[in-house]
């Protein structure tokens, strides 16, 4: 199964979102402030104990990518698996995007769709399109489409230049698709832009590159009323995703 570069770097994403956290043995504050520190090892050596979901993940992470010492696949497998068992959903997005792509665990497409399904049913975007690209690949089209409009809606940058290309592909019949087209791209740069941001993924940068590009050839298809229409819709979508994407962080 082909994954796409986005998905490649969804581990890294799904390790960014973390929520608000209390007192706890291990002091997962602690552990992150030194993470994104640049001290690892210090990070390790807080979440030598690791007890919430949170700290599991967290210490998986590290585990699994060999940050701050040497890897340990096995505890950071077992880590990872706990903390998504106890429905902490960026653990949940994260290992089914392992499992999806293999390499640092095996590679289980059964138990990957599983893992998605769970953490997309907690509304994680990245879940949502993972879960899309795997049912598509396995032929399911209707039930993946309806996973990436979903994923596009909370502003998931993979999701929205995929339906992007197919308005675009579809503009040659339907007129009215190459605006949709032009928003989604407009969108999708927007979005993986500011992922590029937090992350620094490469991936990220790729995709906000490809959907400017796209974009850009939209301004010699379409007329000037067409472009203004666009733009505004755009942003009218833009502060409706910006919405949902907090009302998600305040549950």
């Known amino acids: 199964m082909k994954m796409t570069g986005m998905q490649v770097g969804l581990y890294a994403l799904a390790m960014a979102v973390i929520l608000p956290v209390s007192g706890a043995q291990a002091d997962f504050k602690t ?6 520190a640049g001290s690892p090892a210090a990070a390790r050596a807080v979440l030598q104990d690791p ?18 010492g040497d890897p340990d696949i096995p505890r950071g497998e077992a880590l990872l698996l706990d903390a998504a068992m106890a429905g902490y959903a960026p653990a949940q997005s994260t290992l089914a995007n392992m499992l999806a ?13 599983n893992w998605a399904k769970r953490a997309a049913e907690q509304k994680r ?13 396995g032929g399911d089209t209707e039930v993946a489409l309806r996973w990436r409009k979903a994923a596009a809606t909370y502003g998931n940058a993979a999701a929205l230049i995929t339906l992007a290309k197919e308005d675009q592909a579809a503009g040659e019949n339907a007129p009215e698709r ?9 969108l999708a740069a927007a979005f993986a832009a500011q992922s590029y941001r937090r992350t620094k993924s490469e991936a990220d940068a790729l ?45």
Request: proline fraction near 2%; glycine fraction near 6%; aromatic fraction near 4%.
């Open 31 to 36: 552990a992150m402030d030194a993470y994104k």
């Open 51 to 68: 007890s919430t979901p949170k700290e599991k993940a967290l210490l998986a992470h590290l585990l699994l990518r060999g940050f701050g």
């Open 101 to 113: 792509t293999g390499g640092v665990i095996a590679k289980n497409e059964a138990a990957a769709i």
């Open 125 to 137: 975007p990245e879940a949502m399109s993972l879960l899309a690209d795997v049912l598509q690949a």
């Open 178 to 186: 190459l605006r949709s087209a032009y928003v989604r791209y407009s």
């Open 207 to 251: 995709i906000s590159h490809e959907a400017q590009a796209h974009r850009a050839s939209l301004d010699l298809s379409l007329s000037e009323e067409q472009l203004t229409l666009g733009v505004e819709e755009a942003n009218a979508e833009l502060k409706a995703i910006v919405g949902r994407l907090k009302a998600l962080r305040t549950k």
